[in-house]
């Protein structure tokens, strides 16, 4: 059984900043890339930022600049430090991570989910 636990989440006011992390755990085998996605209420689930586990990332237009996502590959973590944050900011930041378990073929596992509140 494989879970990736999301922490980080909170209320922050405009221009303010968090850092949400995750990590997987169970049996795997392998992490191919783990990332971030948000839905906000009434929208359509979306790419926050996404790594590899060579490194290489790629972020949704709207959070380049502000946003980072960083990776411990030895911890099976991902991390996304937000800055600069703004009210469109606010939704559910769920974990994603595609990997392989062991004795399974690679399959996307995603988080339960943290709220991100951007409110003055």
């Known amino acids: 059984q494989v879970q990736l636990v999301e922490s980080g989440g909170g209320l922050v006011q405009p221009g303010g900043s968090l850092r949400l992390s995750c990590a997987a755990s169970g049996n795997i085998f392998y992490i191919n890339a783990m990332g971030w996605y948000r839905q906000a209420p009434g929208k359509q689930r979306e790419l926050v930022a996404v790594i590899t586990n060579g490194g290489s990332t790629n972020y949704a237009d709207s959070v380049k600049g502000r946003f980072t996502i960083s990776r411990d590959n030895a911890k099976n973590s991902v991390f996304l430090q937000m800055n600069s944050l703004k009210p469109e900011d606010t939704a559910v930041y769920y974990c994603?991570?595609?990997?392989?378990?062991?004795?399974?073929?690679?399959?996307?596992?995603w988080g339960q989910g943290t709220q991100v509140t951007v409110s003055p």
């Open positions: 994603y991570g595609e990997l392989t378990a062991r004795g399974r073929a690679t399959d996307d596992y």
